[in-house]
T-cell receptor, first 108, second 116 residues
Framework: LAKTTQPISMDSYEGQEVNITCSHN???????ITWYQQFPSQGPRFIIQ???TKVTNEVASLFIPADRKSSTLSLPRVSLSDTAVYYC?????????FGAGTRLTVKP | EAQVTQNPRYLITVTGKKLTVTCSQN?????MSWYRQDPGLGLRQIYY???????DKGDVPEGYKVSRKEKRNFPLILESPSPNQTSLYFC???????????????FGPGTRLTVL
């Protein structure tokens, strides 16, 4: 299983763009990169998934360089409600593991 | 509404008293799993099930049992709970597509267990 490394915490202000980078040096050829969001006292919620280049949905963008050894979750114009823990997972199907995640705090 | 439900949401018990946390999903998902979440350790998988009657150990299975007699239900059993099993537990389910790239896991609301 590819191990992931993320910053433990990040602070931002409302309206800013937030980029959270995840390192996964030993990602396998068939692995996908998936990000989840978790609010306090709730279960994680799927945000976005990608394999290479760039993926965008209504919530976030995911940037994956050609070597796929890292990925960056981009949250545009964050609000206070984006305060949560963000997890980067690497793997295929259900063969993925959650790390400790990145605790994002958005300040007014 | 598509969802994963867990019961109870909160439970305080004593060491050695058997308990079961139920998990049910209404999305006809093949794959179900249990996680525990502890401060600083993220979510760790306890057990998972690829289909009915098929279960396997995750990363921290010691002290837990599961069963998958029906597709929609995946109860977590603690035969003899101990204080180190005090944690926040999540059940999750997903389609379980082999080779699928978009196998999103749907999580339940969590069960906060305290073992005294």
């Amino acid at each position: 299983l590819a191990k992931t490394t993320q910053p433990i915490s990040m602070d931002s202000y409302e309206g800013q763009e937030v980029n959270i980078t995840c390192s996964h040096n030993n990602i396998a050829t068939n692995d996908y990169i998936t990000w989840y969001q978790q609010f306090p006292s709730q279960g994680p919620r799927f945000i976005i998934q990608g394999y290479k280049t760039k993926v965008t949905n209504e919530v976030a963008s995911l940037f994956i360089p050609a070597d796929r050894k890292s990925s960056t979750l981009s949250l545009p114009r964050v609000s206070l409600s984006d305060t949560a823990v963000y997890y980067c997972l690497v793997g295929l199907d259900n063969d993925m593991r959650f790390g400790a995640g990145t605790r994002l705090t958005v300040k007014p | 509404e598509a969802q994963v439900t867990q019961n109870p949401r909160y439970l305080i018990t004593v060491t050695g008293k058997k308990l079961t946390v139920t998990c049910s999903q209404n999305m006809n998902h093949e794959y179900m799993s249990w996680y525990r979440q502890d401060p600083g350790l993220g979510l760790r998988q306890i057990y998972y099930s690829m289909n009915v009657e098929v279960t396997d150990k995750g990363d921290v299975p010691e002290g837990y049992k599961v069963s998958r007699k029906e597709k929609r239900n995946f109860p977590l059993i603690l035969e003899s709970p101990s204080p180190n099993q005090t944690s926040l537990y999540f059940c999750a389910s997903s389609l379980g597509l082999a080779g699928g790239s978009t196998d999103t896991q749907y999580f339940g609301p969590g069960t906060r267990l305290t073992v005294l």
